[in-house]
Nanobody, 115 residues
Framework: QVQLVESGGGLVQAGGSLRLSCATS????????MGWYRQAPGKQRELVAA???????NYANSVKGRFTISRDNAKNTVYLQMGSLKPEDTAVYYC?????????WGQGTQVTVSS
């Protein structure tokens, strides 16, 4: 019954911005580090950004300075603010919750960046 509900994907022009959201249960959210992964056609899934329970963040080198991950503990929601988008950012983006009790994944949301 664990669910990670994602939203915010869509089509945007290069240089534009988009914000992804991922909401889950309070019990899972409180115990988990949260992350965003992406998978482009023909490529392996890769980590984009992650945030710990205490708010420490890390990013893939390819998105540093352009993307920001944050979490709202009151809303049990993690966000990925994406700016200066490039066509190579096009992928399915997946929300992930990681804890010692298990790892959980969202259904994925498509982000398409046109040139």
């Amino acid at each position: 019954q664990v669910q990670l509900v994602e939203s915010g994907g869509g089509l945007v022009q290069a240089g534009g911005s988009l914000r992804l959201s991922c909401a889950t249960s309070g019990s899972l959210f409180r115990l988990s580090g949260m992350g965003w992964y992406r998978q482009a056609p023909g490529k392996q899934r890769e980590l984009v950004a992650a945030v710990t329970r205490r708010g420490t963040t890390n990013y893939a080198n390819s998105v540093k300075g352009r993307f920001t991950i944050s979490r709202d503990n009151a809303k049990n929601t993690v966000y990925l603010q994406m700016g200066s988008l490039k066509p190579e950012d096009t992928a399915v983006y997946y929300c992930n919750a990681e804890s010692l009790l298990g790892n959980y994944w969202g259904q994925g949301t498509q982000v398409t960046v046109s040139s």
